[in-house]
């Protein structure tokens, strides 16, 4: 690695370069909730992940920070008993951006 960067620092468009690749290579986490079934408020666990429905307006950086949050938010829902939905709150989940289940049509594991 020492010699890597020293031949980037050598070559800044090359290293310009590097900086790019690694921002564009390293995965985010989204917290995944089901969609419901058609004419139902019932969570339709059996499509696709690629057609779960992102719950967080951005990324998590880390698998913690999003399993932290899917965890707090079925405490808060526990708490007020807003558990309208149970099977699509338990479903919930982190994925990885790169996760291939997002790019394919393959159903979702329960």
Partial sequence: MWIAAKKLRKAP??????????????????????????????????VPLSQWINSADDEYDTQEQCES????????????GA??????????QCVSSDDPRLKADQPATN
């Fill in 13 to 46: 468009l090359i290293a310009g370069f590097y900086l790019r690749f690694v921002a564009l290579s390293r995965a985010g986490w989204s917290l995944l909730v089901p969609p419901d079934l058609p004419n139902s408020s019932q969570a339709n666990t059996s």
């Fill in 69 to 80: 949050d899917l965890e707090h938010a079925r405490q808060q829902r526990k708490h007020v």
């Fill in 83 to 92: 558990r309208l939905n149970a099977k699509a709150d338990e479903a919930s």
